[in-house]
């Protein structure tokens, strides 16, 4: 029995919560009963300075075994030459990459934040824009795929030293060689952070930025289906990005400045436990099932954005290639915010988050989207015939999403669908 009753209750009460609802954020899953032992075992108990046969602390030999098992299987899973398994988040890994390649006040291009982009691709209250210097590309207006003329005609001109693709609200395929291209024609580096799709990579549904970006990074806790943490990866450019443009005065390989930009530049002691987790996962995901569950993510969002579609709601860049659909509400719901329909489907127990859809003429505490993904729904087994009533019940929320007698029957509705859904045994 528990001693501290009062947080052992909560996190029932979270359990409960994660169980009965019908969960659609994007960027979260619900791991399995393995991943979640190796993330509670005696592991956290150490310390682990360093890299594995190279630690500050002694006793290491046993967790050595669990990190190089997690670099290997991450390897063999993306076809990487080269992985650093520490990072205790994506931010965490993109911001090892930036400290790496680039100087305090060097200049880099990433996606817009209000376009799909993330925090640590520029905003100006994250590391990325506060300590270097951003400038974006876009989507375009009249389809919301990326820009690539924009991006080759930003790079020409301003020249930055990296160009980082990758986003947390973007359901197309990436022009990875067209980035690529535009990277090599400036000496630039090309980072990839593909903590969205990763699960659908590494099951081979969609095309691996291992194969072109100079480095790739990720977070391994959605689509991936492992414990909240980052990756970092190199394909075959792991020994000298640079090619003849190599830098002055940069002389040691790139995957050892990478290492030492993760630890020490801006870490310090590895989550053993986490790394173990991580292992456990990158394990599942070499099995044939996992390539199953992905093709069944990829399958409801397509069946997912086709039933929204039929009802005449309009979808950024018109549908998804992954797990992502970004639910533009302003044609359909011209006075409905986001904030409002997150609110109202939550207190329906289905959860999704408010978003900015490109151009968005709301603030991001407000916006005119919604955001939804099928990772976590298909872990627990929905199938297509699932994700038509899904919509439903969101059209009848978003219809009346102030009505509380409305909300309580959607969610009574929810309630009984997922007791029929199991959740891992923990
Ligand atoms: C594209 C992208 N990169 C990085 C991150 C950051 O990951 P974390 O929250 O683990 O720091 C996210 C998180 O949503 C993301 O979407």
Not at 122 to 132: E, I, K, T
Not at 178 to 197: L, Q, S, T
Not at 380 to 406: Q, S, W, Y
């Amino acid at each position: 029995m528990e001693k501290d009753k009062l947080i052992f209750d909560i996190i029932e009460r979270e359990h409960q919560r994660q169980k009965k609802g019908i969960e659609l954020i994007a960027s979260e899953n619900f791991v399995s009963d393995d991943v979640m032992r190796a993330m509670g075992s005696c592991l956290t108990n150490k310390y682990a300075e360093g890299y594995p046969g190279h630690r500050y602390y002694g006793g290491c030999q046993v967790v050595d075994e669990a990190e190089t098992i997690a670099i290997e299987r991450l390897k063999k899973l993306f076809g990487a030459e080269w992985a650093n398994v520490q990072p205790h988040s994506g931010a965490q890994a993109n911001m090892a990459v930036f400290m790496a390649v680039l100087k305090p006040g060097d200049k880099f291009m990433g996606l817009n934040l209000s376009h799909g982009g993330h925090l640590s691709h520029g905003s100006p209250v994250n590391f990325s824009g506060l300590v270097f210097q951003p400038v974006e590309y876009n989507v375009t207006r009249d389809t919301n795929l990326i820009d690539y003329d924009m991006m080759e005609e930003v790079a020409r001109r301003e020249r930055p030293k990296l160009i980082v693709g990758g986003a947390s609200a973007y359901s197309r395929e990436w022009d990875y060689a067209r980035i690529r291209k535009i990277a090599d024609e400036i000496g630039a580096i090309f980072m990839f952070d593909m903590a969205h799709p990763a699960g659908l990579i590494a099951a081979g549904l969609l095309d691996n930025p291992v194969k072109y970006a100079h480095i790739v990074t990720s977070t391994t806790h959605k689509t991936l289906r492992g414990p909240r943490g980052g990756v970092i990866m190199m394909g075959k450019d792991f020994d000298n990005p640079w090619g003849k443009t190599t830098p002055k005065g940069v002389i040691r390989k790139m995957s050892s400045l990478l290492d030492s930009a993760v630890f020490p530049g801006v870490q310090g002691g590895p989550l053993e436990h986490v790394i173990a987790a991580k292992a456990v996962a990158f394990g599942e995901a070499l099995q044939p099932e996992f390539r199953t569950y992905q093709q069944q993510v990829k399958t409801n969002a397509a069946a997912m954005a086709q039933a929204f579609l039929d009802k005449g709601y309009q979808i950024a860049s018109g549908g998804t290639d992954n797990h992502c659909i970004l639910l533009d509400l302003r044609s359909k719901f011209p006075e409905l915010t986001g904030k409002l329909a997150e609110k109202a489907l939550v207190d329906a127990d289905i959860t999704a988050n408010k978003y900015m859809v490109p151009f968005d003429s709301r603030s991001p505490f407000l916006t005119s989207g919604i955001r939804l993904g099928t990772p976590a729904i298909t872990t627990r087994g929905a199938k297509e015939p699932l994700m038509g009533e899904i919509v439903e019940m969101i059209d009848t929320v978003l219809h009346n999403p102030e009505n509380d007698a409305v909300i309580k029957s959607v969610r009574e509705k929810v309630n009984a669908i997922m007791a029929g859904y199991p959740m891992f045994a923990w």
